[in-house]
């Protein structure tokens, strides 16, 4: 019944700027962190920034200067906004929400289908 899903990616050139959104839908409880991973062909999926229901947010050393994360709790949304682009961000992005549902005590992980970055030279 929950439902996660990103848009906004696409191709730019070094140095330019893309904004990620991502939005969680259906039978929700409560969401307590949502967050952005990142995975290129033939690595680890890695962590990208994650922000808290409270409002406190993290970043990857190799994002943090670059990237903002924001949050609407009220939307269950999320936003990712890069500047400063760098070919070595090229990867699939992906939505991460621990979710609690309305027929589940517990918190879930769920996740988007994931956008394509890429950045040129």
């Known amino acids: 019944q929950v439902q996660v899903v990103e848009s906004g990616g696409g191709l730019v050139q070094a140095g330019g700027s893309l904004r990620l959104s991502c939005a969680a839908s259906?039978?929700?409880?409560?969401?307590?962190?949502m967050g952005w991973y990142r995975q290129a062909p033939g690595k680890q999926r890695e962590l990208v920034a994650t922000?808290?229901?409270?409002?406190?947010?993290n970043y990857a050393g190799s994002v943090e200067g670059r990237f903002t994360i924001s949050r609407d709790n009220v939307k269950n949304s999320v936003t990712l906004q890069m500047n400063s682009l760098k070919p070595e961000d090229t990867a699939v992005y992906y939505c991460?929400?621990?979710?609690?549902?309305?027929?589940?005590?517990?918190?879930?992980?769920?996740w988007g289908q994931g956008t394509q970055v890429t950045v040129s030279s």
């Open positions: 991460n929400a621990k979710i609690r549902t309305r027929t589940y005590g517990y918190f879930y992980d769920y």
């Open positions: 259906g039978s929700i409880f409560s969401i307590n962190v």
């Open positions: 922000s808290t229901s409270g409002g406190s947010t």
